[in-house]
């Protein structure tokens, strides 16, 4: 009694003068970040709605006219292309990408297939090298890089692949991610655009989820991706034609890659970087959302955590390291609008705001409201707007609309370690340069040969306990039952203040434990 008694009398001695004035700071904060991503939404909404309905497609805004063989040149006529495939260990998909590859509808004598092999498994190298050799002697010129080291990881292998001697007489690359499968005429859709347009220097395609259907996490991931490819790189490339690289399913023109300095590893977006660097030099870059690619989509949690934190992490650390170079470039060819835009909505609100904004207010701050009655949070930003900025995410994949509470859900379960990313890119700390490679499992891609659904590898129990959560969702709970209880705002019962009821929330936080998490790993959504 007289421990709980202290405890009771050094809150009531703090709350008033200490804890009600900081939270109070915090809502009007996380309110005017609120705001700020509600504008950004609404915007990039307008935007797209405009190019929908005067569809304004890449062919009508920049030059476009097929590849045609010359009777008397043949196919001299045809730019020479380099076509790189960065891979490390990864025994499930390498066929799959590399015969994607080398099936490219392109002159054989003006196309190279590189394939930079980082692995580190003997066994795994040695299955590389032969399916290269194996296409070798079909007459494709397939060239099997390998180094000494893994320095600078993806950016490293793809700067060491750009030094070799036949390099030189190429002037575009694409660039596949190990797990992606380009279509035969990928080439021929991309490259009239570099060909006709030389200010252009990046054309990006979309990616296409072949394995969307597998889980309720992968259903998940494709909502978020959706929105990302039709709305955020569309606006972008519609309006300032400027947009993240993707850093797969995309074709480079090199002398842009050169002009902006190459490929650089300071950080683990080198994609991003590259993309940044080639803006500030004038060039521009288009997005073909009617050219897709095929590939993969972690289908398992401890997965998607180590590329969320990637995604996360490296965009902030860049923002830091490149803000005051974009703001201080000087090339005529780029104008202070499209600096602005660069660095307030395409880094500060989409990579920082929106993930700080979702965790700290709508699981942090705006739950912890229940045990102050004296601050109000306005329903504007408590209700209206997240409501409104959901439906805008949720229209980009109409066909999941039905489970856009789920998402709800899960998206606030990795505002946490996307927001915890954020402040490790922004701060340096000891996790910024930490690189793994998403895990592929290579089962969606392959031609199915009987019923069975295929195997995951096993997961340990020890793994699949995540300490954070947990507290997360022990403090989430405990705010419900308080508000259930006690409290005047009722939060607990709405879906659209938190938006999350927080008994749900606790179920999504305990993931690792509960028979949700083993649903949306498992579940087959094929028919939903």
Known sequence: MEISGQFGLIWEQTRAPLMVPVLKVMVVVCLAMSLMLFIERVYMGIVIAFVKLLRRKPEKM???EPMKDDVELGYSGYPMVLVQIPM???????????G??????????????????????????TLVQLECQRWASKGVNV????RDNRNGYKAGALKEGMKHSYVKQCDYVAIFDADFQPEPDFLNRSIPFLVNNPELGLVQARWKFVNSDECLMTRMQEMSLDYHFIVEQEVGSSTYAFFGFNGTAGVWRISAINEAGGWKDRTTVEDMDLSVRASLKGWKFVYAGDLKVKNEL?????AYRFQQHRWSCGPANLFKKTVTEIMRNKVYRVSLWKKLYVIYSFFFVRKIVAHIVTFVFYCVVLPATVFFPEIEVPKWGAVYIPSIITLLNAVGTPRSLHLVLFWILFENVMSLHRTKATFI????????NEWVVTEKLGDALKPKSDGKPPRKPRIRIGERVHLLELGIGAYLFLCGCYDLAFGKNGYSY????????SFWQLLVMLEPLCLLNYFIEQSDLSTL
């Open 100 to 125: 994607a590859a080398c099936g490219l509808s392109w002159p054989a004598d003006r196309i190279i297939i590189q394939v930079l092999d980082d692995s580190t498994d003997p066994a795994i190298k």
């Open 298 to 302: 972690p289908s398992t949690f401890k």
């Open 425 to 432: 890119g922004l701060l340096e700390a000891g996790r910024v």
């Open 143 to 146: 060239k099997y890089e390998i």
């Open 62 to 64: 920049y030059k476009w």
């Open 88 to 98: 490390y260990n990864e025994k499930e998909v390498y066929q799959l990408s590399i």
């Open 494 to 501: 709405s879906c659209s203040c938190n938006p999350l009821p």
